[in-house]
């Protein structure tokens, strides 16, 4: 499993934001990997992801590399954020566009 742990480790370490979940963007196949995606698109930050459906040793890959039991996960420059309800709560509280800009990342609407 080492492998997939230095794989993980340099995805979230190389990417500003990336965000691991099921389905892809244009496809999600899960309501909540849906709903990140909407919020990540909607504050217009470029972010990378990875369908964890496609390969099974990276879904419970992320899992245990997190310590964090379900998909979707979203990274920012390195650091574990949270899955679908932390983002949203953090969304809806104006926090998440605020965290981003903190991480030198540019966020639609926020002046840095």
């Not at 849906?34 to 990540?40: F, M, R, S, T």
Request: hydrophobic fraction near 40%.
């Amino acid at each position: 499993m080492s492998g997939i742990n230095d794989f993980l480790d340099n995805e979230v370490k190389s990417n500003d934001v990336v965000l691991f979940m099921k389905g892809t963007p244009d496809f999600p196949q899960c309501g909540f990997s849906g709903k990140v995606v909407q919020i990540l698109d909607y504050v217009g930050v470029d972010y990378k992801t990875h369908n964890v459906l496609a390969d099974a040793d990276l879904r419970q890959g992320i899992k245990d590399y997190s310590n964090w039991p379900t998909i979707p996960q979203l990274y920012v420059k390195g650091e574990f954020v949270g899955g679908c309800d932390i983002i949203t709560e953090m969304f809806q509280a104006g926090e998440l566009q605020q965290f981003l800009v903190d991480k030198g990342i540019s966020a639609k609407g926020v002046v840095a």
